[in-house]
């Protein structure tokens, strides 16, 4: 694709600043310039007049609908499609779409999830025009429809989505990163904006296989499945070359992000068989948000364009590699200066260590709460499964910034490693080699040169969550500074003794060294820090005293909000877990069971046969009793899951005592099953068994 062709594509779907320069009166795009870039209120007139214009871009384009499309609380988007078309005073068909249909929509959305938010009697939810994130258009065989990307929200006001509370977290932090500017003489910046990178992993598998398989059909991820003979011992699958069905796949994809402004950078292939990555262009985060959200959707849709399934599930296959989603973060002021980025002058320099150890005491005051906003049923099986970041949080920040830290906080300005003191009274920076910050794979949170990258995400989720967490947290570390150094007498001063407090008291957070290894876990307990292994465990941290103070006084969520997403979690956590269950009840007892007996009794007449012409057949007979022996013990164990999905559902309702019992007792009985069903498949004939096997899986593309 030539330069000219590709940029003729990127964005041809977007209704974005350039197409509204062109087709709005130069009043109105001023008017809506300052509504996204600096929040003012959008009036009734300006709406009208966007939205007359947004109807003809769509309609030039060939859309007759359009929806507001949002992102409830059950992780994905959702969209409802209204007709452009109306009647005119004689019955004449006309086009319309009014301001207040643009800024406004009232879905009867009672069917999504909101934790008791919002009762039925008043189901109706509101989504409101999220300006700040360009509307699109939608393709696919049906044609296109405009899609406005909105927030969510119940008649009282309360966050029913994921983009509200980020969209607060935005301003939150903004507003506390303004103050700790303007105490390094920064009288002009008014607001910060997040930046966010969101690398995504994928696997895609043949559709036909896939159809055979009913665990990845309900569930997502196989319940079943001996280890084939090779997987990715040999390395050789990491950045090799593409096949061409997924080369042709990822030309698709890249065509149809690139049309609706996602912009899709680096693709490659993963440490998995059948495992893949796309990483994008860092954008703004409520943007970056939404883009990842239709890139989610575009790899389904695409997939299937080419005899595929994509499955963004964190752990399709055991014993392979899981996807992840690695969620880089950093600020950054409209001129485009990162504050995260080791500056040139010495103010530049205490203000980047200010901000470094802010976050290192946002990260270490509320681990848990971080470790909580990456946690799904899918997660579970990766994280500390020695292939994803431990379920323990720390910080990697590279040996020349640890180095830098120490010589803070030990107060040895004059020894610093990497130069004198300057004038602030805080060390030098030298110039960081920033690629040296960056290889260490197995932290969850790592300093990689001017961003931190979050390596916990799951690959399914929202990166709503996790980025509201983040900014939350950094906002409030924000506050508590900033509101001491604005008192202080002595600033530079101040400044070095805040330094050097928050290293000592945090430094415990930061952890260089290898984060698979055993020894860190005995590390991590000696130094205090949380481990928690589940994520039904993790969601107690949302509504811990703390983080509710913290979100209320940001004004991210309210104790309610809070409470509802919890409870939500937890139903999500158990409706995933007893789903698998009785995928794999149905499974075993359909199809494997049958099978098992049908390659037993294949095997008892071979033996007669055999028998009967007068010879001994010894091989076989020890086959039928280690096939007899794991048919019963796959038996006994499937009904030991009959018998804990029975009781799981009597305890309907308590959803903290329902997540827990179906942790501890169907996920237990599901490995048990496996362990005898996977023991089976290594005996029964290939012929004889009923559904495709890891082999036919991971090597089906
Ligand atoms: P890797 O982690 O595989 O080495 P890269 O370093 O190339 O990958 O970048 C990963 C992601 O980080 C990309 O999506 C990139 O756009 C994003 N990124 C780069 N700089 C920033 C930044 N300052 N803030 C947020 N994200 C960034
Ligand atoms: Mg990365």
Redesign the pocket.
């Known amino acids: 694709m030539s330069d000219c062709k590709l940029q003729e594509i990127y964005g041809s779907h977007v209704f974005n600043e350039s197409v509204m320069r062109e087709r709005l009166p130069k009043e109105t795009f001023r008017e809506l310039k300052k509504t996204i870039d600096k929040g003012a209120p959008l009036s009734p007139q300006v709406a009208e007049v966007v939205a007359n214009a947004m109807k003809n871009w769509a309609i030039e384009h060939g859309a007759t609908h359009y929806t507001h499309w949002f992102q409830p609380l059950n992780g994905f988007t959702a969209e409802k499609h209204d007709s452009f078309l109306d009647l005119g005073e004689g019955g004449q068909v006309i086009t319309a779409f009014s301001g207040r249909a643009l800024i406004k929509g009232e879905p009867d959305a009672s069917s999504f999830p909101s934790g008791g938010l919002r009762a039925t009697f008043e189901a109706r939810g509101y989504t409101a025009w999220d300006c700040t994130s360009s509307a699109f258009l939608k393709e696919d065989s049906s044609g296109l429809t405009l899609c406005i990307p909105t927030a969510f929200c119940s008649y009282n006001g309360e966050a029913l989505d994921k983009k509200t509370p980020l969209l607060r977290s935005v301003e939150a932090l903004s507003k506390q990163a303004v103050r700790i500017l303007r105490l390094f003489g920064d009288e002009t910046t008014d607001r910060i904006q997040v930046?966010?990178?969101?690398?995504q992993e994928y696997f895609l598998v043949d559709k036909k296989m896939w159809k055979q398989r009913p665990d990845l059909v309900f569930t997502g991820r196989t319940l079943l499945g001996a280890k084939p003979p090779k997987t990715q011992e040999m390395d050789d699958h990491y950045f090799g070359t593409l096949k061409e069905r997924v080369s042709a796949y990822m030309k698709e994809l890249d065509t149809a992000l690139w049309k609706v402004g996602v912009p899709s950078?680096?693709k490659h292939n993963e440490a998995a068989p059948a495992q893949h990555e796309l990483?994008?262009?860092?954008e703004t985060v409520n943007i970056a948000c939404d883009h990842n959200q239709i890139t989610m959707e575009l790899m389904k849709k695409i997939a299937d364009h080419h005899g595929m399934v994509c499955l963004l599930h964190e752990k399709p296959f055991a014993g392979l590699n899981g996807s992840g989603k690695?969620n880089?973060?950093?600020m950054?002021t409209p001129e485009g200066v990162?504050l995260?980025n080791p500056g040139k002058t010495p103010g530049e320099n205490a203000q980047f260590l200010l901000v470094l150890c802010a976050i290192i005491s946002a990260i270490d005051d509320h681990a848990a709460l971080v470790r909580a906003s990456a946690a799904n049923a899918g997660n579970d099986h990766r994280l500390g499964a020695l292939e994803a970041p431990p379920a323990i949080i720390s910080i990697y920040l590279g040996d020349e910034l640890t180095d830098i830290l120490e010589q803070i906080e030990k107060g040895k300005e004059h020894s610093a490693k990497f130069g004198g003191v300057l004038d602030t009274g805080v060390p030098s920076l030298p110039n960081l080699s920033l690629d040296s910050t960056?290889r260490n794979r197995t932290s969850p949170f790592a300093f990689?040169g001017?961003?931190f990258?979050f390596r916990m995400v799951p690959s399914s989720a929202s990166i709503a969550g996790p980025n509201t967490v983040l900014n939350t947290i950094v906002a409030d570390s924000f506050c508590k500074i900033a509101d001491r150094l604005e008192q202080a007498k002595d600033f530079k001063k101040e400044l070095h003794t805040l330094l050097a407090e928050i290293i000592k008291k945090h430094k415990r957070i930061i952890f260089n060294g290898n984060g698979y290894g055993e020894e860190w876990i005995n590390e991590a307990k000696r130094r205090g820090l949380p481990n928690i292994n589940n994520s039904v465990d993790s969601y107690a941290a949302f509504i811990a005293p703390e983080s509710i103070e913290m979100f209320e006084k940001h004004h991210v969520y309210t104790e309610t909000e809070l409470r509802a997403r919890y409870e939500i979690k937890l139903e999500k956590y158990t409706k995933i877990v007893s789903i698998e269950a009785h995928t794999l009840l149905q499974m075993v007892n359909r199809q494997i069971m049958p099978a098992c007996l049908g390659f037993a009794d294949k095997t008892a007449k071979a033996i007669l046969h055999i028998k009967e012409a007068g010879c001994d057949i010894l091989p076989a007979e020890e086959t039928l009793r280690k096939l007899t022996n794991n048919i019963t013990l796959l038996h006994k164990a499937t009904k030991k899951l009959e018998h804990a999905v029975e009781k799981s559902e009597r305890l309907d309702g308590d959803h903290i005592a329902q997540a827990k019992y179906v942790r501890d007792s169907l996920a237990t009985a599901m490995d048990e099953i496996r362990k005898y069903a996977d023991e089976l498949e290594t005996i029964v004939g290939k012929e004889d068994w009923p559904i495709p096997t890891y082999d036919d899986l991971i090597y089906s593309v």
């Open positions: 930046s966010c990178g969101a690398e950078k680096t990483a994008p262009i860092f690695h880089n973060w950093s950054t990162n995260l960056d990689s001017n961003k990258e």
